[in-house]
């Protein structure tokens, strides 16, 4: 009797065994590609002009071969025989959006990608880049190319990814055990060693981290002039940021910026061991307190003076601030995310943010960098800082795809007008990108990357998330099409299978383990 329970169990333990890896290794479902082919004309649409500030009238914008072939009132060839006519009566008309700060997992065809279409995203610059060893969880270059392809293909609906960085170079921290030395740029003989490996992998951006040297900062800076690459990221701790704009750092990420060169012991905070692990609660209160606006003036002055953009991504304070509202924590659109990096990674982040939050004095402190933080974008923006609409996507209640219309939100919040952020995400993003001839506006010859929005953007900027259709890689995609998107990414997220190889990937992730090391 007992023989034959052994025998049972035993076989049940194959079986389960067996059934989890065919979970973990049978291919995930690809995402549906519910658009309709051909040329198309819109008809008597509202143009919303983000390069002349203003919205254009009953236009038709003919749509041949992927590219606006022209645009008038009441066109003739509107009428022609082979054009699938798209209503826009009463409708609006902007280009497509360009996120510029996200992250990219393996699964992004299942996850980002459908949450990106359906929202209007059809530009991505990507910000999370892999070391020299390939990654199980994290998108590395050799995704981005396969993507590439298979968008210029048609055999796979993805956004365009317009840049990708390098991996974070960040010193010693985050590199994974495996990775050559040079990875901890710790010299600046190390530092030339890391962007020659970069250009050869063929990387746009070099992303600087927080704990980048001096020495090593500059190194980076002029080699990669050298090698046509440009330099972005995190404003690196111990390096000014007179340094940062005199080297030509392309953009500074993030809205600690001007929260940290503003604080009047920004010196000493430098100078110190292990300034990250200083970074506590009584010291954002100091950053708080100790702001020097006069200080702040000048820095933004000489930013605006410069080429270096700024993308605030200011939704990774807001969810600081935040944290601890049940509301924001029960966000619907958690539906759309995996529940390992809801639970697993949204959670506890979230959690830590309303610890961090408490001040002994009572003061909520989070909550106060962040009104601090929408105050420098209003002034940084004032004096003409050039600003880019980045998200962070992926990161702690920063939902792919919807992040866009939220950071435009935010930016509105912070002072800038509507038109204003609209151009952030589309005209500017393009000119950051050096490919404005193509794309970004409404214009005959472009790309026909476009949005069709069931209310105007300049009157309420949340209308951008109103969308009647998309316009995308000779595609139109109805409200219909868009839903499926939805539908599949809500699907996906609530798969055992998916959430099954999501996990499974983060836990043989070099990069994944690394970071977590510190």
Known sequence: MIRKRLVILTGLAIALVVLLALLLNWPLSEMPRPGLTGDFVVRNVAIVDVVNDGIIPRRDVVVRNGRIDSIGASLPESGQRGLVVVDGTGKFLIPGLWDMHVHSLKISPQFTHPLSIANGVTGLREMWGCPSLPDSFVACGDDIERWRAGLRDHSHLAPRYIMRSSFAINGEQGVPAAAPAFFMARSADEAKALVAHHAADGVDLLKTYTNVSVAAYEALAAEGSKRGLLVAGHLPVRVPLEK???????????????????????????????????????????????????????????????????????????????????????????????????????????????????????????????RLAMDNVRQAHAVGVRIVAGTDSGDTYVFPGFAIHD???????????????????????????????????????????????????????????????????GQYLDRAALDELLAFAEDQAGSIRTNLQLLWGALRSPVIWAQAAD
């Open 244 to 370: 940062v704009l005199a080297a030509g750092q392309h953009s500074v990420e993030h809205p600690r910026i001007f929260l940290f060169e503003c604080f009047r012991g920004a010196a000493e905070f430098r100078a110190l061991p292990d300034p990250v692990a200083a970074y506590t609660t009584d010291m954002r209160a100091r950053f708080i307190d100790e702001h020097d606006p006069v200080r702040c003036a000048e820095l933004m002055a000489a930013m605006a003076a410069s080429d270096t953009w700024w993308v605030p991504t200011l939704q990774v304070l807001r969810m600081s601030a935040l944290a601890g509202n049940q509301e924001f924590r029960e966000d619907p659109r958690l539906r759309y995310i995996p529940f390992i990096i809801s639970a697993g990674l949204w959670g506890p982040d979230a959690d830590r943010a309303v610890a961090d939050a408490a001040h002994a004095s009572g003061r909520d402190v989070q909550a106060e960098l962040y």
């Open 407 to 473: 950071e435009l939100a935010e930016l509105v919040r912070a002072g800038l007008t509507p038109i204003d952020a609209l151009r952030s995400a589309t005209i500017d993003a393009a000119r950051f990108s050096g490919k404005a001839r193509d794309y970004g506006s409404i214009e005959a010859g472009k790309v026909a990357d476009m949005v069709l929005l069931d209310a105007s953007p300049l009157t309420d900027i949340r209308n951008t998330g109103k969308i009647a259709g998309l316009f995308f890689n």
